[in-house]
């Protein structure tokens, strides 16, 4: 195997936090495998932008293209905009060019750890979100049209990058095993011909893969199946702004977005980062909980091991993170976002320790 090149980008905020602590984590884990791993600190950010007035250059996108993978931590800060007003979001430019339509984010209960809902099934959520993630309505970022009384934004639904999603998700179902599982398609079908288009693509693919459960279910209607029966639920694509709402509640229910890993997934690269944003509001505390983003360094080790020829030592060193993060809050640690006291060195050491 040789050496993999690893691009991180901390960017803004609590971003640089939980990007050292997960640095130290995917240090100790590979180390321990024998996995070659270097990682290439870039700047890119608000900050970055305030510097030198370029919120990603040139030189730092073409670095991060050749990396083996792109390790994010967050970006963005209140107060810095770009010259138009909009926010700085290097890391949507990431997405869009590098064509990383699968936005993956995992919720998953951590074992021992309370949650918002009561019934005790809500141990076993376990379910993926598969975001659409460069067009739906986020297409219309910088599109949108205000005039005269009058607003407009458009809503991009392609065949191509629908099958692509579709058939992303149909392996991943196959992939997680996951007993009575299978995918289920949210959209808006009874309301959108975009989303009933969306729907009758999946539909043909659903054919090509009979081995795999398919359904579809209204944004709506999962919106409360999200409260009342999350469990259910296995890998579930859909279009870029409700994955953008189903995250964050799905964060919600297995203790917040201090708990929720990401991935952006294409056809030759990936991103990999927590699913929250710089959090100036605890940023420099010391109190970031960093298990988001140490549980995406997770994701990005098994990606390695199926894309890059990172193989077994990169999908067991991948499986020992996300079983160290178990027993380290099974032991009783508790972060600050769920009202403990473990900050993010704690947190940082704690899995640390907890790891083989
Ligand atoms: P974005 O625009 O990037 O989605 P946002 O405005 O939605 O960002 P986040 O930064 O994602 O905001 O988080 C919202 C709040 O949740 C933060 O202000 C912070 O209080 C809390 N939070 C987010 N991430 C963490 C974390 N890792 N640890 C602790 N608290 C967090
Ligand atoms: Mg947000």
């Given at each position: 195997?040789?050496?993999?090149d ?8 609590i ?39 370029e ?18 931590g ?119 011909r ?57 964060a ?14 294409g ?7 927590p ?15 960093p ?22 030592a ?6 020992e ?36």
């Amino acid at each position: 195997m040789n050496r993999l090149d690893i691009a991180v980008l901390p960017g803004d905020g609590i971003g640089v936090e939980v990007t050292d602590a997960t640095l130290a984590v995917l240090r100790h884990v590979t180390e321990r495998h024998g996995i070659g791993m270097r990682f290439t600190t870039l700047k890119a950010g608000a900050f970055a932008y305030q510097e030198t007035g370029e919120a990603m250059s040139e030189e730092v996108f073409e670095r991060a293209a050749q990396a083996d993978a792109i390790l994010l931590g967050a970006m963005g800060w209140p107060g810095i905009r770009m010259a138009d007003g909009t926010e700085i979001a290097p890391q949507l430019d990431l997405r869009f060019r590098l064509g990383l339509y699968a936005g993956v984010r995992p919720i998953r209960a951590i074992p021992g750890l309370a949650t918002v809902l009561a019934n005790p099934r809500a141990a076993e959520i376990d379910l993926v979100i598969i975001r659409e993630s460069t067009e739906g309505l986020f297409y219309s970022r910088d599109k949108g049209v205000v005039t005269g009384g009058f607003a407009e934004e458009i809503l991009r639904i392609t065949r191509p990058t629908t099958e692509r999603l579709a058939r992303f998700s149909f392996e991943l179902a196959r992939q997680r095993k996951k007993p009575g599982g299978g995918v289920t398609l949210v959209d808006k079908a009874n309301v959108f011909r975009a989303f009933a288009y969306m729907r009758s693509i999946f539909e043909e693919v659903a054919i090509e893969n009979r081995d795999i459960a398919f359904g579809s279910h209204y944004v709506d209607a999962m919106a409360l199946d999200f409260v009342r029966r999350p469990w259910d639920f296995d890998v579930l694509p859909t279009e870029n702004m409700f994955g953008d709402i189903l995250s964050d509640l799905g964060a919600g229910l297995i203790g917040g977005m201090g708990f929720a890993p990401s991935a952006d997934i294409g056809d030759a690269h990936a991103v990999f980062q927590p699913s929250h944003g710089t959090a100036p509001d605890i940023a420099g505390k010391g109190i970031a909980n960093p298990t988001a983003m140490i549980l995406s360094g997770a994701m990005m080790l098994d990606w390695l091991a199926v894309t890059r020829d990172g193989g077994q030592a990169c999908r067991d060193a991948a499986a020992e993170i996300r079983a160290a993060v178990d027993k380290a809050f099974g032991a009783g640690l508790r972060t600050p976002d769920i009202g403990g006291p473990a900050g993010t060195k704690a947190v940082t050491d704690a899995v640390i320790e907890h790891l083989k």
